[in-house]
Each structure stands twice: as C-alpha cells, then as structure tokens.
C-alpha cells in the first residue's frame, strides 16, 4: 500500500521557535497561618466548580467559530481539527495530527524517526482558506502536546504505533476560549469515545475542511468503514474522499462515537481510502505522556444525528 499524510504542507516549516521574633508577633503568624489553611481547606471546591463551569461555558453551536473541523495552520502546513478536549484546570484544546507539526514530507509516514516543531509552538485557527489566500483568523493557541515527539521521547518502537499514533494536542489561548464549541458540524456530536474501530461496512462520518476544497459544502463526508488494519488503525472509504489539508480530522461511528483521526492517503490498492489512528489509543497514550492532568474528550453540546 502506497501512503502519503493528509497535511497541506505549501513549503517546509521552520523551527519555532526575615522572620520577626516576640511573642506577639509569634501568635499574629500562627493566626495567619492557621487562616491560610483554612481557606486552602475551603476553597479546592469552589475553584473546582469555577474551573467546570469555565469548561462547560461553550459557545453556542450556531455561533461558535473554533469547533472540530475548524482550519489549523502550523508553520505552513494546514489542517483539519478532529475534536476538542478538556484538562483538569479548565484548559481547552483543540486536536489535529502529530505530522501537521512535523518537519517531513508528505512521505515521512513515520512519526518516531521524523523531527517536530518545539512545543509552545503559535497555531492558528482559520476559516475559508484556500490555496489562494489564507481565510480569516478565528483565534490562535499554541503546540501543547505531540505522539511524534512523545515516542521519540519514549524511544517507541512498535511500527504500528510509530505509523498511525498521529495525535497532537493545541491549546487554546484563553482570550479565544469563549469562542469554542465542542460539537461535530452538521453531524452534532460526539456523544462519548469509542472503545474500538467500527467493523467493515458500517457507516462513517467525519468533516474536514482542505483548503484545496472550493466550498464547504464538501466538508461534511459520509462514508463506511473499511475495519481495523492494526490495533492503531482502520481505513475508510468516504463518498468525498479526504485529500491533503483534512489531515487530522476526527471520525464519529454510527452511534457518534468518536473513533478515529484522519492520517494518511493511501493511492494504492483503493485509491481515496484514509488512514485513520484510533483514537483511543491516541488519547491513552497522550494520558500517559503528555504531562496534561485530566485530559478528556468534551462531549458536543448538539445531539449526534445519524445519517440517513
């Protein structure tokens, strides 16, 4: 099978980047200090609550700008975000492929041998680019977490993890939180993650937004699915195949589970077949290693409505 990745990718990104003594004074700080405890005693509830309610605000779905499927430019390349995500200290991201903050071609499908981009690296959101101009700027975040680097880091060897756990995390600046909803465009979702791949023949959907496409009326894809090709992968075949700048963009089964992101193009034995890494594994591995406390998928705030 012939692979390439789905990033758009217009020319090759650059690295980035006294204590008092008496006895007064000695019973005015014991008395301070026992306030202090008592107010970290009292407080981790409501900073939690407060952290839940800044997480759970979303934006309303008709009016939220940055959601999955939303434009991602990294260094040059563009790309498709899959899903958005949650930490422990109310922090958003937004997720995209590892290989759209990658230094390789289009042909370095293996993600443990080729460099990145620094984390901390700036990411911007977009709409309606295209191959003739950049589209207009919906917010901006930064390279929070990468699978390329994570296996590099953990001298990962295992050829189907090297090639399908293309997973990267960006984190949203908190100026443009507010402008984030978690809910799959024209499909509503995702309800939950899914534990596996689905099998061969049931149906698929997903929405990238290339900028190779001329409208967002092709953005919304329908497909089926292929099955599993490796515990970190499956392939599908969509009715709008994904092309170059959908990389990354995130699959829901029939029920709206969140299952896969999209990685590769394969031109051979099917030409239009994608490439997807499971998710699951993607997102355990990133609980393992990214040093991101908490880190969950958010559930879209519209119901998931089942294609016809």
């Known amino acids: 099978m012939s692979l390439s990745r789905a990033s758009l990718r217009p020319s090759r990104p650059a690295l980035a980047p006294a204590l008092a003594t008496g006895p007064l004074?000695?019973?005015?700080?014991?008395?301070?200090?026992?306030?202090?405890?008592?107010?970290?005693?009292?407080t981790p509830g409501a900073e939690a609550a407060d952290r839940r309610a800044r997480v759970t605000s979303w934006a309303p779905a008709e009016t939220a700008t940055i959601h999955p499927g939303v434009q991602m430019f990294t260094s040059g390349a563009q790309c498709t975000g899959n899903f958005v995500f949650t930490d422990a200290r109310g922090g958003v991201y937004v997720g995209y492929a590892a290989h759209c903050a990658g230094?390789?071609?289009?042909?370095?499908?293996?993600?443990?041998?080729?460099?990145?981009v620094p984390l901390g690296t700036r990411v911007r959101f977009a709409t309606g680019a295209t191959l003739a101009g950049g589209g207009t700027t919906l917010g901006?975040?930064?390279?929070?977490?990468?699978?390329?680097?994570?296996?590099?880091?953990?001298?990962?060897?295992?050829?189907?993890?090297?090639?399908?756990?293309?997973?990267?995390?960006?984190?949203?600046?908190?100026?443009?939180?507010?402008?984030?909803?978690p809910s799959v465009p024209f499909s509503g979702?995702?309800?939950?993650?899914?534990?596996?791949?689905?099998?061969?023949?049931?149906?698929?959907?997903?929405?990238?937004?290339?900028?190779l496409r001329p409208t967002t009326l092709l953005s919304p894809k329908v497909g089926t699915s292929l099955g599993a090709t490796s515990p970190w992968s499956s392939d599908?075949?969509?009715?709008?195949?994904?092309?170059?700048?959908?990389?990354?963009?995130?699959?829901?089964d029939a029920e709206g589970r969140a299952f896969g992101t999209l990685s590769t193009i394969a031109l051979a034995p099917l030409a239009g077949t994608n490439g997807l890494g499971d998710l699951a594994r993607e997102?355990?591995?990133?609980?393992?290693?990214?040093?991101?406390?908490?880190?969950?998928?958010?559930?879209?705030?519209?119901?998931?409505?089942?294609p016809l």
């Open 25 to 42: 004074l000695a019973l005015l700080a014991l008395l301070a200090l026992f306030a202090l405890v008592a107010g970290l005693v009292a």
């Open 103 to 116: 230094l390789g071609e289009a042909t370095d499908t293996d993600g443990c041998s080729t460099a990145s």
């Open 140 to 181: 901006r975040g930064r390279l929070a977490y990468s699978s390329w680097r994570a296996m590099r880091a953990a001298g990962t060897s295992n050829a189907d993890a090297c090639a399908f756990n293309d997973f990267a995390l960006v984190k949203v600046d908190a100026a443009d939180v507010r402008e984030v909803n």
């Open 189 to 211: 979702g995702p309800v939950g993650l899914a534990d596996s791949s689905p099998a061969a023949g049931e149906v698929v959907r997903s929405y990238g937004q290339s900028s």
């Open 236 to 252: 599908v075949l969509t009715l709008t195949p994904g092309v170059p700048g959908d990389s990354g963009s995130g699959f829901l």
């Open 283 to 306: 997102l355990a591995f990133a609980r393992r290693t990214s040093g991101i406390d908490g880190l969950r998928l958010a559930a879209g705030t519209e119901p998931f409505r089942p």
